[in-house]
């Protein structure tokens, strides 16, 4: 498995970016929760997952600079603003 390449993340659409985004912030709670309880995991991963997860935040903070987000979801706008700035 190779690091996340940013042109795979170019492909999707909005909607699936901030399903991206809870899905990766999810994974990498899960990934430091197995670290902190000595459970078996892929370390690698960890690393994998900041990755995209910076990928896909970049791609949203871009989006909301060119105003391409807003008419998507109007109603996830302030609270993604409030949270990521």
């Not at 989006?63 to 109007?74: D, L, M, P, T």
């Amino acid at each position: 498995m190779s690091l996340p390449q940013f042109t795979e993340v170019l492909a999707l659409p909005t909607e699936e970016l901030f399903d991206a985004l809870k899905s990766i912030e999810t994974e990498l709670f899960n990934m430091r929760f197995k670290k902190a309880t000595k459970r078996s995991f892929k370390s690698h991963e960890i690393k994998y997952a900041k990755r995209r997860l910076a990928q896909v935040k970049t791609l949203l903070t871009i989006k909301v600079a060119s105003n391409e987000i807003i008419s998507i979801r109007e109603q996830d706008l302030p609270a993604f603003v409030a949270k990521y700035g």
